[in-house]
């Protein structure tokens, strides 16, 4: 296993290995700053002997893969999971505000005069996937002196991924053109019938219903079907089931190709001429040399321009989280906590603890002193885990972490 060197003065050295760090740690030399990864810090002067090592970065819409390289071996390994939820809860956010402002409470004047949007402006899920990314990059170069990043880019055609002959004036002869909006062009399109009764019910009136949830699928027609009132109320009352696949998005594809310069031109404002980008056909080609299956750590080590170098025996797995929920009290002026004390017998959510033996994570919390207990992957170790029988680990962080072995099996 490798261990994690900082020196004196904070700044990143070479890895050693465990046999060393113990000499250090056996002699006073240095002190454990990080169990995850394990790293420790000299308390001594160094000379920072550094080698070139190379940072892959497999960017991603719910996944980042990262990979540094040196010469010689992977010195880090790591499959980040991050969170998808942040459309659903700005849809929810909107709605309480709407919710509060209809309601006869302090009065605050409108500020018409911020609503301006600063130049180069991301919706706020697509900012938050791109310092997600920075955020992970950074968290390496705490460990390791990188020299150099590449990054997988990539630019997608969604209208020839959904129609591959397309081309020249059929891009502007797109499937709404001539309606006058989406719900004109999907009553059209179910021929004006209920897609579930067929027009059995009678009944006259007719509802664009929602597939998957407004809030996370939006309005585009592949969303949307055509309903009578009775079926939809049916629906809607939770009566009445529709047996519809939803359509696959497009969200990791518009995510690519909205941040992809952003992220490149932002670490290069840090790390001049020290970045560089790659493509996806070419990562896919020198995976297929080397005989790796696909993966998140695989991509990023061939991207990092990883060939002959020794691999890590294991990688790092670790799932970003919100840090704290907002909505603590219910109903309105209301002192009845919507949630549990963020401390319950000196555990909080997302602690990671040792369970007899097994490290895993507190994703689930009682008054009571009982905890639901998983590892990362959503494992399940114990549904209902006494306190007394738990040991604190560390405590929780927006980036959760675990150590797991790596599969290395080939194609």
């Not at 505000?97 to 500020?111: E, L, N, V």
């Not at 997600?132 to 170069?141: P, Q, Y």
């Not at 639901?372 to 972490?401: F, N, P, Q």
Request: proline share 3%.
């Amino acid at each position: 296993m490798l261990v994690y060197v900082i020196s004196k003065h904070n700044k990143p050295l070479m890895p050693c290995s465990s046999a060393k760090a113990r000499i250090l740690l056996k002699k006073g030399k240095a002190t454990v700053i990080r169990r995850t990864p394990f790293t420790i810090k000299l308390l001594f002067g160094s000379s920072g002997y550094r080698q070139p090592i190379t940072l892959g970065v497999d960017g991603g819409y719910s996944d980042i893969g990262l990979s540094a390289v040196s010469d010689k071996k992977e010195l880090y390994s790591a499959d980040v999971k991050l969170r998808t939820n942040i459309v659903k809860l700005i849809s929810k956010r909107r709605a309480y505000r709407g919710a509060r402002r209809s309601r006869k409470i302090w009065y605050r004047k409108p500020r018409f005069l911020n609503r301006k949007k600063r130049e180069g402006w991301l919706a706020p899920s697509i900012q938050h996937k791109l310092d997600s990314h920075i955020k992970a990059i950074d968290k390496v170069k705490e460990i390791l002196p990188i020299t150099q990043i590449n990054i997988e880019v990539a630019s997608f055609d969604i209208q020839k991924i959904k129609n591959p002959d397309i081309s020249g004036v059929e891009y502007q002869n797109g499937p709404q053109k001539n309606y006058y909006n989406t719900r004109e062009y999907v009553l059209h399109r179910d021929n004006h019938l209920c897609q579930n009764c067929k027009g059995k019910s009678k009944d006259p009136v007719l509802k664009v219903h929602h597939i998957e949830s407004r809030q996370t699928g939006g309005n585009r027609p592949d969303n949307l079907i055509t309903l009578c009132e009775t079926c939809h109320k049916k629906v809607t009352e939770g009566k009445l089931s529709i047996n519809i696949k939803p359509s696959k998005g497009f969200k990791a594809e518009t995510f690519m190709s909205t941040v992809r310069w952003k992220l490149v031109k932002q670490l290069n404002d840090v790390m001049p001429d020290s970045v560089s980008h790659t493509y996806g056909y070419i990562t896919k080609y020198n995976r297929a040399k080397l005989n790796l299956k696909k993966s998140h750590t695989n991509d990023a080590f061939v991207i990092a321009g990883g060939t002959v170098q020794k691999r890590l025996s294991n990688y790092y797995l670790l799932k970003q989280v919100r840090k704290c929920n907002r909505k603590l009290f219910k109903g309105i002026r209301s002192h009845i906590k919507n949630t549990a004390d963020r401390f319950v017998k000196g555990f909080q959510r997302f602690d990671k603890v040792s369970y007899k033996g097994i490290e895993c994570f507190i994703f689930g919390r009682r008054t009571s002193g009982y905890f639901d207990l998983k590892k990362l992957d959503g494992t399940k170790v114990h549904a209902s885990a006494k306190y007394i029988d738990l040991t604190l680990i560390e405590r929780k962080k927006t980036l959760l972490i675990e150590r797991r072995a790596v599969l290395l099996s080939t194609i």
